[in-house]
């Protein structure tokens, strides 16, 4: 498995979870990360990107709650997912992507749910 991610489970709306993902690329340290979500019926969406240059991009949804990092010599990605919502409920995949590439890698997904 190239990308392992971790830590999914169960939490109260309001509370918290983190999510981790660790990569077996030996180009991770120069790759861009990110994480995508699907719930049931519905589209994978984009979650939280972070590039190879420290840039930051979160979709609305989350923006304020969730915070990805990335520590290069883990070889490991973060979602630190604060005030849970029920409607976070989904998988999260952690993906992975060369510079000038589209997301190439990904993971096989974490279940999140929250219950209200």
């Known amino acids: 498995v190239q990308l392992q991610a971790s830590g999914g489970g169960s939490a109260q709306a309001g509370g918290s979870l983190r999510l981790s993902c660790e990569s077996s690329?030996?180009?991770?340290?120069?790759?861009?990360v990110g994480w995508f979500r699907q719930s049931p019926g519905k589209e994978r969406e984009f979650v939280a990107g972070?590039?190879?240059?420290?840039?930051?991009d979160y979709a609305d949804s989350v923006k304020g709650r969730f915070t990805i990092s990335k520590v290069n010599d883990k070889q490991t990605v973060y979602l630190q997912m604060n005030s849970l919502k029920p409607e976070d409920t989904a998988v999260y995949y952690c993906?992975?992507?060369?510079?000038?590439?589209?997301?190439?890698?990904w993971g096989q997904g974490t279940q999140v749910t929250v219950s209200s």
């Open positions: 690329y030996r180009t991770f340290r120069y790759d861009s």
């Open positions: 993906v992975e992507k060369r510079i000038g590439r589209g997301w190439q890698y």
């Open positions: 972070l590039g190879w240059d420290g840039v930051t």
